[in-house]
């Protein structure tokens, strides 16, 4: 079991940057053997994936719509990814969700066992 409690959304503008964290609390299977990604939903728009981090964080991959602005990392010791946002665009905005899975990444909503409650990021032009 798995829970996991995004921070870090908000409000800016557009070129700007954000961190999101997201808290993970494991019993049974350890946290650092969970797969991690990030979804995101916009308003009317169906959920897609915005980026994933493997088990030991060496392997991460992203949506093109985000690669080379969007990182995603993680502290095993801390129970905590992260999703480091830069030059945020308008169509960023949306609610985004944290996912952990026992797969090795977590790219599609299928490989997803645990979510998170999701945190609004609103990117203004």
């Known amino acids: 079991q798995v829970q996991l409690a995004e921070s870090g959304g908000g409000l800016v503008q557009a070129g700007d940057s954000l961190r999101l964290s997201c808290a993970a609390s494991?019993?049974?299977?350890?946290?650092?053997?969970?797969?991690m990604g990030w979804f995101r939903q916009a308003p009317g728009k169906e959920r897609e994936f915005v980026a994933s981090?493997?088990?030991?964080?060496?392997?991460?991959y992203y949506a093109d719509s985000v690669k080379g602005r969007f990182t995603i990392s993680r502290d095993n010791a801390k129970n905590t990814v992260y999703l480091q946002m830069n030059s945020l665009k308008p169509e960023d905005t949306a609610v985004y969700s944290c996912?952990?899975?026992?797969?090795?990444?977590?790219?599609?909503?299928?490989?997803?066992?645990?979510w998170g409650q999701g945190t609004q990021v609103t990117v203004s032009s």
């Open positions: 996912a952990a899975g026992r797969s090795f990444l977590v790219t599609t909503t299928l490989r997803v066992d645990y």
């Open positions: 494991a019993s049974g299977r350890t946290f650092e053997r969970y797969g």
């Open positions: 981090i493997a088990w030991s964080g060496g392997t991460t």
